[in-house]
């Protein structure tokens, strides 16, 4: 299974990368994806940090670790310099903490991130169908959460992004052991979410593409 919506404790999570690499991997995880919260004073940091891991991929063979950012609560006028910023920094993975419903993200935020052409918009909350056919046009993946309370636009989400034609992914947006979830219990979450099995299947399609253009990139 492919995931590239976690946190360590380099941000609000409870695990170092690598500890959170095993427990991935214990857990079916073939691709994981470290994506800690950051805005203008640590991404740097975090870019840095996570990038030491690739160079000792060789000794994490079991699983392919991507090192990326989610771009939180930053102001939506910053949003597309902080994008480009993270990927001239080495991220191979830039998220942006959407408009979700259960915290006071800026107005504004989620059409910043889809203009920027970040990689995924996560939790986007009560999106417009505006934006959801941005993201079409821009290629950005919306995201289908695991999340508790993040996930309760889920369906809407599903929604637009079904009648439009705009790609999603699923993620987990672990912080903690107890949320990384075994491939069964994630095709729970999409199907809850009002979508088929065969949506699940696409999801992870979307991710492993993403992955692959990411990892080629540098």
């Not at 000794?59 to 609560?73: A, D, K, N, R």
């Not at 419903?101 to 995924?120: F, H, L, M, Q, S």
């Amino acid at each position: 299974m492919i995931d590239l919506h976690t946190h360590t404790f380099f941000s609000d999570g409870e695990l170092a990368p690598s500890e959170l690499a095993r427990r991935a991997f214990l857990k079916g995880y073939k691709v994981l994806g470290i994506s800690d919260h950051a805005d203008p004073s640590n991404i740097e940091f975090l870019i840095s940090a996570l990038l030491k891991l690739l160079e000792k991929a060789k000794y994490y063979e079991h699983i392919t670790i991507v090192p990326g950012v989610e771009l939180t609560h930053v102001p939506k006028g910053l949003i597309k310099e902080m994008t480009r910023r993270a990927r001239n920094l080495g991220a191979r993975l830039v998220v942006v903490h959407g408009e979700t419903i259960v915290e006071p993200v800026e107005e504004g935020t989620n059409r910043a991130a889809i203009e920027a052409g970040v990689d995924i918009l996560a939790h986007p909350g009560l999106i417009t169908e505006e934006d959801v056919l941005l993201a079409k046009k821009k290629n950005v993946l919306l995201e289908i959460t695991a999340k508790r309370g993040h996930s309760l636009s889920n369906g809407h989400v599903a929604r637009l992004a079904k009648k439009i034609g705009a790609k999603l992914i699923y993620s987990t947006d672990a912080h903690a052991p107890a949320d990384l979830l075994p491939e069964e219990m994630a095709r729970r979450v999409v199907e809850g979410a009002g979508l088929l099995p065969k949506d699940f299947s696409t999801m992870q399609k979307n991710a492993r593409e993403l992955v692959r253009k990411a990892m080629e990139a540098k």
